[in-house]
Every structure is written in C-alpha cells, then in structure tokens.
C-alpha cells in the first residue's frame, strides 16, 4: 500500500527531516517533542490549577526532564514558581507533628507523606507521543519517499526499533522495518569490527576512516541518543 502524498501530514516531515541528522531519528524526533512540551507547561499551564496539583503529587519532574527546562529561553521564571510550590508542600509534610514512636517508624511516615503520589507528568506525555510517533513510523514505510529517507539515515535505535516492533500488524511493514534495520546495523557492525582491527598496532599505520566514531555511534544505536529515554 503506497501512501498517498496528500496523506501526509507534520509528523512526515519531522521523521524525514530528522532522517537527514546523524543518529536515531526517533530519538532526535522525541527530543524536539518534548522540548515544545516543556514550553507549553511554562507558557500555558504554569498558572493552571489542576496541572500545579499533578506537579506537587509528582514532587516535580523526573531527573532527566527536569534538566530539560533550563534548555529553554524564558523559563526562569516558571522554573521558580513550580519549584516554590514543590518546596513549600514538602516543607508541610515535614513540619506535620512528630509523634512518640521509634525514630525509624517516625522516618518511615514521613518517607510515606514526601513520596511522589503521581508520576512524573512529562514520562507520562513521553509515552503517550512515543506511541504516535512509532505507530507514524511504521504508516509512513509504505511511502517510497519515505521508506527511501529512512533507509538512508542511521537507522533506529534498539528501543525505537523494539517500540516498532511492538505495533507492527502486517507483513510488508515488518518487512520494510526489517530491511532498514538490517542493512543499518550491519554496516555498523562492520565498522565496528574495523575499528578494532585498526586499533591493533600492527594496523595502526593505516589511519581511521569513517569507521573512527563508530564506537560512539554504537552508543546510541544501542543505548539511544544522548538524554533520550
């Protein structure tokens, strides 16, 4: 099934045009995804009732989301509001009576009131948008544009390519995906495999190629992009 140029929509062209950058294009794609999110809470939702509860309950955003917000311009004072609100709802928990009981019990209770009660709102959007990303991914391999573009990009990364995996309910899709994948990987691999053979000294004289941050690549390719999930 060919898909149809009128079909197409944002997500093509951010999948295509990621294609053309060194690395996962899924990954890349997620990061830009969740830097917009990011200003959308400190743009829109800073000031909202109900979404500064759900950021209290979290204890604010997980380590490697968290970092994503002093990425943005004109953040700093979001940051600062949500922050405040954190702390101050932290600082209750801890000044509640303390009650006679054994220091390791009294520990324990207050461990109870300080643990996030909601997960952290930005893995959760994360999620939700991997699934749409993937699922436009795999409706997008029966685009020749498109199956050419991927085709001539890095490839997915493992998690990306297993996500894919995950959703994928015909032959030819998982065929195409297949066919990307193996020809990506194999000539990593292979440049992997010169890498080390030109780190011998015996070797050594012949200088690296294109194969001389294969290392670096295989990071990705099997952990993902640097501060993806």
């Known amino acids: 099934m060919t898909q149809e140029p009128g079909t197409r929509d944002k997500l093509f062209a951010d999948i295509t045009g990621h294609c053309a950058t060194p690395g996962c294009p899924m990954c890349h794609l997620m990061h830009d995804v969740m830097h917009s999110y990011m200003d959308s809470v400190m743009n829109e939702y800073i000031l909202d009732i109900p979404a500064r509860a759900e950021m209290r309950e979290a204890r604010g955003y997980c380590k490697r989301h968290a970092w994503y917000l002093p990425e943005g311009r004109g953040r700093v004072l979001g940051i600062a509001i949500i922050h405040d609100d954190i ?27 300080l643990r996030p009660s909601r997960e952290c709102p930005a893995c959760i959007y994360e999620r939700k948008m991997d699934e749409v990303t993937t699922r436009a991914l795999l409706k997008y391999l029966h685009d020749p544009e498109f199956a050419r573009v991927l085709s001539a990009s890095s490839g997915l990364c493992l998690r990306h390519f297993f996500n894919a995996l995950e959703f994928v309910r015909d032959d030819a899709t998982y065929d195409q995906l297949l066919a990307v994948q193996e020809r990506t990987l194999s000539t990593l691999q292979m440049e992997l495999a010169e890498f080390i053979r030109k780190s011998d000294y015996r070797f050594q004289h012949e200088g690296f190629g294109k194969e001389g941050d294969s290392w670096l690549r295989a990071i990705a390719v099997v952990s993902g992009e640097k501060g993806a999930r």
């Open 87 to 113: 702390l101050k709802n932290v600082l209750r928990a801890i000044d509640e009576p303390r009650e006679p009981r054994r220091v390791r019990r009294r520990a324990q209770a207050l461990l109870k009131r």
